[in-house]
């Protein structure tokens, strides 16, 4: 059984950072099946959108808006985890963080791209405020 589990998460005020983890257990064919490992985020209102990825080989992608306040991270070893550090947070942050995973799929050129998410976990909701 697959299993996308979230964790830490909560409430801090504007300026603070934040943690949150995921962990992905039972992904068919892991580790030789490369795969993909994402964080979205979805506030009341507004679409989910990517926050930033990992692919199969441990390139990190992030989205032009989360400023350089977002990075990513894996434990040691481990490559069925992420976390996500929001560093000198805003209101704006406040959303239910999703972690998703996804096999990678491969260029001719044999270069790894995350065309897509078939794992999901039940989120985290981060609340900003003051």
């Known amino acids: 059984e697959v299993q996308v589990v979230e964790s830490g998460g909560g409430s801090v005020r504007p300026g603070e950072s934040l943690k949150i983890h995921c962990t992905a257990s039972?992904?068919?064919?892991?580790?030789?099946?490369?795969?993909?490992m994402a964080w979205f985020r979805q506030s009341p209102g507004k679409e989910r959108e990517e926050v930033a990825h990992?692919?199969?080989?441990?390139?990190?992608?992030r989205e032009v808006w989360t400023e350089g306040r977002f990075s990513l991270s894996r434990e040691e070893g481990a490559p069925n985890t992420l976390t996500l550090e929001i560093n000198n947070t805003k209101t704006d942050d406040s959303a239910v963080y999703y972690c998703a995973a996804g096999p990678a799929a491969y260029t001719r050129r044999y270069t790894p791209y995350c065309p897509s998410y078939t794992y999901w976990g039940q989120g985290i909701q981060v609340t900003v405020s003051s």
């Open positions: 990992v692919d199969s080989v441990g390139v990190i992608s």
């Open positions: 039972g992904l068919p064919g892991f580790p030789n099946l490369g795969y993909c």
